[in-house]
């Protein structure tokens, strides 16, 4: 009999002590790894041994500036090519790869590969953000604790996801939209025997990130009153124009790729000449540089005005896109954040100055376009809002976050099939899950779908009455298989046609002594999914369905065809649209 699939067993309490003990880890890696960004950009921009945080948009370098992305172009495009190919990017979507292709199994050296050349790149002045190599860094610890232990492949996918969320909410101090993050981007999956543990650990990485820097929001922002229903339209329309924003943005980050593809030089140099462009932004707009946690906290502040951050959402982008395109390391949250932000402080100022009726706070706008801009080119819908409510601790701000971020999420996905973070590997040929649903196989009982017209012999039939039978084009005698029952009507076992017309059979024998095997069966009470488990492990295409009150009578058989025959129902749901209610017709009586 298939087991019944329990959505907890106690193996998961050991994989939520160890997601636990992940977190924990993961947390002193962004501490490291923040320590390590801070020592090299204290080196690169002002000559001082420091692990202090900083930003390099206080240098006095002048026009020496410009060579420092370069170095740091190099150094990384050297560690890429004698190191790892997989350091290039912002980690995300390889760590996708290796959950969907490769059993969640990391190559350990990235563990420190990853976070390394990371903070050079962005100590060097790369407008990355922290967040994404220390989520790539977290994937990579729970990964290859999860090759270390003797554990299934889901089992180390949970790990994984759990490194990456406890990775997050540490950096940050964003726990659920971590979780979040980790449900819609790396488990493909809601299932409390992976969720519990993820959160867990994101739990545990906030609890000490807690500890070492306090519990202040990651961006702090003053009070906001609630939106009113004209502000929350306009919200609504800003989500709808950040969300063609983040296609643009994707398409063009893409492109770039594509250009540098086409360069004729190793592609270990192609850091170095996106580090030119950095450089050069980074000269004529310092605040470019580095990961910017302190733009996103001015713009959703009000401290910015509306050409600061017209030309901030500009150079940031084009900084931004080239550095990502020319593949060197670091993550696109903090960019994405920065560039949304200021595309809705603009915004936000804007309907102030022509539209003052709506009613628009521009820090509010500049809130939500930042959310709304991630929500629509990663489609991390509900880690999009959660994230901007749990960086600002502003209630308030949740009700337009949600409006601006569905509107995004609806336009990015009307008029772009892949994501920021999923073109990458789809150009590769990988199919990224993109929607999530109930299993419907999970819904249909054995009972509700098998065939309840059961040909069966019984045991005492001589083998040449069921081969005489089987040959005079009876109906019901054209099956592959047939139950064989007792004289009380309980079934036996299964024969199949050859087991009947084979020579090993003798015409005197009694049916029953062909058996050789117990009959594999399934229950009525059994859902489709478990039946279609158990075909696949026993290599079957048919299964026999028991019933009755002493559960061993033959109610029926289930079949391939019967599996494939229930997903009808679902397509005609999904497709076929049908009034149901029809208005009575004036003058017509009851």
Same mark, same amino acid.
């Given at each position: 009999m298939p087991r019944h699939f329990r959505p907890l067993e106690l193996r998961v309490l050991w994989i939520a002590v160890l997601a636990m003990a992940l977190g924990l880890l993961v947390a002193l890696a962004a501490q490291a790894l923040t320590g390590l960004i801070g020592l090299v950009t204290n080196l690169a921009f002002y000559g001082r041994w420091s692990t202090q945080f900083s930003s390099p948009a206080g240098n006095h370098l002048g026009p020496w500036v410009i060579a420092v992305p370069v170095l740091g172009g190099l150094v990384v495009g050297g560690m890429a090519r004698w190191g790892s190919p997989a350091i290039r990017g912002h980690g995300i979507p390889e760590a996708m790869e290796q959950v969907l292709l490769n059993e969640s199994r990391i190559a350990p050296r990235m563990t420190w590969l990853k976070p390394v050349s990371s903070a050079i790149a962005i100590g060097t002045g790369g407008p990355f953000g922290a967040e /994404?190599?220390?989520?790539?860094?977290?994937?990579?610890? /729970?990964?290859?604790? /999860?090759?270390?232990?003797?554990?299934?492949?889901?089992?180390?996918?949970?790990?994984?996801?759990?490194? @990456? @969320?406890?990775?997050? @909410?540490?950096v940050f101090a964003a726990p659920i939209s971590a979780v979040l993050l980790a449900l819609e981007l790396l488990l493909f999956e809601r299932r409390a025997r992976s969720l519990i543990p993820v959160a867990l650990a994101a739990a545990m990485g906030t609890g000490l990130r807690y500890m070492l820097e306090g519990s202040a929001p990651m961006f702090p922002m003053p009070g906001m009153a609630v939106a009113t229903l004209p502000a929350l339209a306009a919200y609504m329309a800003m989500g709808m124009l950040t969300g063609v924003a983040s296609v643009g943005v994707t398409k063009l980050t893409y492109a770039i790729e594509d250009g540098f593809e086409k360069l004729p030089i190793h592609w270990m140099w192609w850091p170095a000449i996106g580090g030119v462009v950095v450089g050069v932004v980074g000269y004529l707009m310092p605040a470019t540089l580095g990961v910017g946690y302190n733009n996103i906290a001015a713009e959703i502040a009000g401290q910015i005005g509306m050409g600061g951050m017209l030309a901030l959402c500009l150079m940031k982008l084009l900084s931004w896109s080239v550095a990502l395109g020319s593949g060197t390391s670091g993550g696109t949250l903090a960019p994405l954040f920065t560039i949304g932000g200021a595309l809705g402080g603009v915004l936000g100022l804007a309907c102030v100055t022509w539209l003052p009726w709506l009613q628009v706070d521009p820090r509010v706008a500049a809130l939500v376009c930042m959310a709304a801009i991630f929500a629509g080119a990663s489609r991390a819908f509900l880690a999009s809002v959660v994230f901007a409510f749990e960086t600002t601790q502003q209630p308030h701000g949740l009700l337009p976050l949600l409006a601006a971020c569905a509107t995004a999420y609806l336009v990015s996905g009307l008029m772009m099939r892949n994501t920021i973070m999923t073109e990458k590997i789809a150009r590769r040929g990988v199919r990224v899950p993109s929607e999530y649903a109930a299993d419907h196989l999970e819904r249909i009982s054995v009972g509700d779908a098998c065939s309840r017209q059961v040909s069966s012999l019984r045991a005492s039939m001589r083998v040449a009455d069921a081969r005489a039978w089987m040959s005079s084009g009876d109906g019901n005698a054209k099956h592959q298989g047939f139950p064989v029952l007792d004289d009380d009507g309980r079934l036996l076992g299964v024969l199949t046609r050859r087991d009947l017309l084979g020579t090993q059979a003798q015409d005197g024998q009694a049916v029953a002594a062909l058996l050789h095997r117990p009959a594999l069966v399934v229950r009525e009470n059994h859902s489709l999914r478990e039946a279609a488990d158990h075909m696949v492990e026993a290599d079957v295409g048919r299964l026999v369905v028991l019933g009755g009150q002493d559960g061993r009578r033959v109610v029926g058989i289930i079949t391939r065809g019967d599996l494939l025959a229930a997903h009808a129902r679902r397509l005609r749901e999904a497709r076929e649209a049908s009034r149901h209610f029809r208005p009575r017709a004036a003058g017509v009586p009851r």
């Open positions: /994404g190599p220390i989520i790539a860094t977290g994937g990579a610890l /729970g990964s290859l604790l /999860g090759q270390w232990l003797h554990v299934t492949a889901d089992e180390r996918k949970t790990l994984l996801a759990s490194g @990456a @969320a406890a990775g997050m @909410a540490a």
